[in-house]
């Protein structure tokens, strides 16, 4: 069992699911939001193709401010950029999305812990 650890920045405030405004900022922070978490998730050790991965997410604000339970919405883009970079659809993911903050970072973090296990480990 390998676990991989990717780390984000905080997300766009677009991509709150319940966000005021146009469709645009929406749709340019998810193209941007995916493709970065891709990028990420390519870099040596490159992750690998596992359908079925579990994921445990952890949110790290740079204040302690704000619903957590909002922050499920705003993963979706940073998970299916990682899924890209698997080569794989989410579907068979199962994320493991946090109750609460885990601490404090000055510039705000998401941190993905992805195992890589076959299902013989599991």
Same mark, same amino acid.
């Given at each position: &069992?390998? %676990?991989?650890?990717?780390? *984000?920045?905080?997300?766009?405030?677009? *991509?709150?699911?319940?966000?005021?405004?146009?469709?645009?900022?929406?749709?340019?922070?998810?193209?941007?939001? /995916?493709?970065?978490?891709? @990028? %990420?998730?390519? $870099?040596?050790?490159?992750?690998?193709?596992?359908?079925?991965?579990?994921?445990?997410?952890?949110?790290?604000?740079?204040?302690?401010?704000? =619903?957590?339970?909002? &922050?499920?919405? /705003?993963?979706?883009?940073?998970? =299916?950029?990682?899924?890209?970079? &698997?080569?794989?659809? =989410? /579907?068979?993911?199962?994320? =493991?999305?946090?109750?609460?903050? @885990?601490?404090?970072?000055?510039?705000?973090?998401?941190?993905?812990?992805?195992? $890589?296990?076959?299902? $013989?480990?599991?």
């Amino acid at each position: &069992m390998t %676990v991989r650890t990717i780390e *984000l920045p905080w997300p766009s405030q677009d *991509l709150t699911p319940h966000a005021k405004g146009g469709k645009w900022p929406k749709i340019r922070a998810t193209k941007q939001a /995916r493709a970065l978490a891709r @990028a %990420v998730a390519l $870099e040596k050790p490159r992750i690998k193709t596992v359908p079925d991965a579990v994921i445990f997410v952890e949110y790290w604000p740079k204040a302690r401010r704000g =619903d957590v339970h909002n &922050m499920h919405g /705003r993963m979706k883009a940073y998970i =299916d950029g990682i899924a890209d970079a &698997m080569g794989c659809d =989410d /579907r068979g993911f199962r994320v =493991d999305f946090p109750s609460v903050w @885990a601490g404090n970072d000055p510039k705000g973090k998401v941190v993905f812990r992805v195992v $890589e296990a076959s299902n $013989e480990a599991r």
